[in-house]
């Protein structure tokens, strides 16, 4: 199983970044597909999953600026971010969980409960 992250870059404050995870050696419609992000210093924290029935969750912090999407077609899961801070500069993981595991934190699982996760991609927002 492998999950590519890609789409990072530098920016500055107010523009947009879209995000790819392209997933090999697994379906996503099959799995939870979540998006976590680790500052400098800082621990990796929850920024977005959608779930494999569709139903998607946001960070308090990325409400109404990100979206995720997925295409079943191409494999592949995006993180659509809008409006970027210099608070959102942050190497991007996309992870991986089986759906049809049990026992998660519910409603969607943290950090320590996905199966699989790629390299990271780095965003940069400057101010």
């Known amino acids: 199983v492998q999950l590519q992250a890609s789409g990072g870059g530098s920016v500055q404050a107010g523009d947009s970044l879209r995000l790819s995870c392209a997933a090999y050696?697994?379906?996503?419609?099959?799995?939870?597909m979540g998006w976590f992000r680790q500052a400098p210093g800082k621990e990796r924290g929850f920024v977005a999953v959608?779930?494999?029935?569709?139903?998607?969750y946001f960070a308090d912090s990325v409400k109404g600026r990100f979206t995720i999407s997925r295409d079943d077609a191409k494999n592949s899961v995006y993180l659509e971010m809008k409006g970027l801070k210099p608070e959102d500069t942050a190497v991007y993981y996309c992870?991986?969980?089986?759906?049809?595991?049990?026992?998660?934190?519910?409603?969607?699982?943290?950090?320590?409960?996905?199966?699989?996760w790629g390299q990271g991609t780095l965003v940069t927002v400057s101010s």
């Open positions: 992870a991986a969980r089986n759906s049809r595991r049990v026992g998660y934190s519910y409603p969607y699982p943290v950090a320590g409960e996905y199966d699989y």
């Open positions: 959608i779930k494999s029935g569709g139903s998607t």
């Open positions: 050696g697994l379906t996503v419609s099959r799995y939870f």
